[in-house]
């Protein structure tokens, strides 16, 4: 593996470990992408609420 490579994957690493400790859940199938908030969230943390919609912030 190059430095570079090397340097993508301890930034994809950084990236993973903030989100889930920011309560996000991540996708198996794609790094990038992370969820809050939504039903498949709310079925992996456990909890009966979640958001419908658009969420304006």
Known sequence: MTSLENIYLANRKLLK????NA????????????EYGT????NKVGVKQYFRGILEI
């Open 23 to 34: 309560g996000f859940i991540s996708n198996i199938d794609e790094w990038w992408h992370y």
């Open 39 to 42: 039903k498949s969230w709310a």
């Open 17 to 20: 470990r903030t989100m889930l």
